[in-house]
């Protein structure tokens, strides 16, 4: 999709390279909990590094409020950045303005800048032009690797897009190019496995993937809307009322395209989502009254492992039950461990718990892709436009 339009072709010696990053880790006391997206930022660093680049980070951390706050500084993430590419980064406390500049006025080629948290700017979520113009003031050259963030039309993802010469670093353009490709040509059968909590959340993703899937798994709390629009009862499990109409429209189209849709048909059930619930496995038309579904039950598991197990393609985004919780992690694991184990198949996962699921059970390694844009791989996928992607296409 970038060919020309990512850094790989450009040469880059000499030049300030002013890279948006997604640096937004989870924090806790001040230190790095989960260093996973400084490593998927690393290709894109080390090229950059490697061809003797003046480079210059740039990453949003947490929702300060367009102002200062120690809590969300970007500080302690230098020594992570550090520690990954074994080379000195110099942090400056500012993002733009003279000490950013003068900081950037004395890097020598090979150099690693790191800039502080771009939303404390208020221009930065308003996409000012002002402050698109100072942080291109910065630069030669800009490329964003934050796919992350791609969805969000501010100034270090769009604005600056119309000062600077810009370019896909390589983790965004390899998110883009996996999900497309996975749409557009899967080795079938294509199976999406989709669960979590909200189908409101998802609804246009499951929409998109009817068109191109040939089975569609659905597990998770998003579920038992569709099972009412089936017309069972389900207990106190999670339900969205007025979902229940585009749901019975989902069901429809799933048949009109001759999608195999696969709901759970059975059910780990409880009264309450804590650790020390008392459980009871039901079949789907057996649900209590006053009890929910938290996980897909056994012969649910075998079936959906099932269709894992002859899938060419995958595509796994929400877990499929409860899975923060022992009791309701089975389903999840089962499915994960499946995805996992099909190693002739194209495996991508999505979401943020997904991800979190997958890691639990430590599986990362065995898929082919884990992505890391929550927000932004499913609005992809729906088929919605993602500004920081129109904006690199366009510049
Ligand atoms: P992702 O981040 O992977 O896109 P979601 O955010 O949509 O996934 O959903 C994850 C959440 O869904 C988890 O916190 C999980 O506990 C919850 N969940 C899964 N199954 C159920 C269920 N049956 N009832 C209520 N919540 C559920
Ligand atoms: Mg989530």
């Given at each position: 999709m970038f060919e020309k339009k990512t850094i790989r072709n450009v040469d880059v010696r000499g030049k300030?390279?002013?890279?948006?990053?997604?640096?937004?880790?989870?924090?806790?006391?001040?230190?790095?909990?989960?260093?996973?997206?400084?490593?998927?930022?690393?290709?894109?660093?080390?090229h950059l590094v490697d061809n003797g680049a003046r480079v210059i980070l740039l990453s949003h951390l947490g929702r300060p409020k367009g102002e200062r706050d120690p809590e969300y500084s970007l500080r302690p993430v230098r020594r992570v950045v550090q520690r990954l590419i074994g080379r000195n980064v110099v942090f400056i406390d500012s993002t733009v303005g003279p000490e950013a500049e003068e900081a950037v006025g004395r890097m020598v080629d090979g150099e690693i800048l790191m800039l502080e948290n771009v939303r404390f700017s208020p221009g930065e979520k308003t996409n000012d032009p002002e402050f698109s113009k100072q942080l291109a003031a910065l630069a030669d050259i800009y490329v964003n690797d934050a796919f992350g963030a791609a969805h969000r039309a501010h100034a270090s993802t769009v604005g600056v897009t119309h000062y600077l010469p810009a370019y896909a670093g390589m983790l965004l353009a390899r998110e883009v190019e996996t999900l497309t490709e996975m749409l557009a040509h899967p080795d079938r059968p294509f199976v999406a496995i989709l669960g979590g909590s909200k189908v409101s959340d998802k609804f246009g993703v499951i929409d998109r993937l009817l068109e191109c899937v040939d089975t569609l798994v659905i597990g998770g709390g998003m579920c038992f809307t569709l099972l009412v629009a089936k017309g069972l009862d389900v207990g106190k499990s999670l339900v969205e009322e007025e979902w229940i109409e585009p749901a019975k429209k989902m069901l429809t189209k799933a048949t009109e395209r001759g999608v195999d849709l696969m709901l759970p048909v059975d059910f780990v059930v409880a009264d309450a989502i804590a650790e020390d619930a008392e459980t009871k496995i039901v079949g789907r038309e057996e649900i209590p009254a006053d009890m929910m579904g938290l996980d897909i039950g056994p012969t649910s598991v075998e079936l959906f492992k099932g269709a894992v197990t002859s899938a060419k393609t995958i595509f796994w985004n929400g877990p499929m039950g409860v899975f923060e919780l022992t009791p309701f992690e089975h389903g999840t694991r089962e499915v994960a461990m499946a995805v996992a184990r099909n190693n002739r198949a194209v495996s991508v996962i999505g979401g943020g718990d997904s991800v979190a699921a997958v890691r639990k059970f430590g599986l990362e390694q065995r898929v082919t892709f884990v992505s890391t844009g929550g927000g932004a791989s499913m609005k992809l996928l729906e088929g919605s436009e993602l500004p920081g992607l129109e904006a690199l296409l366009d510049n």
């Open positions: 300030r390279v002013l890279v948006r990053v997604d640096f937004n880790v989870p924090l806790a006391e001040g230190a790095v909990t989960d260093d996973t997206r400084v490593r998927a930022a690393l290709p894109t660093i080390r």
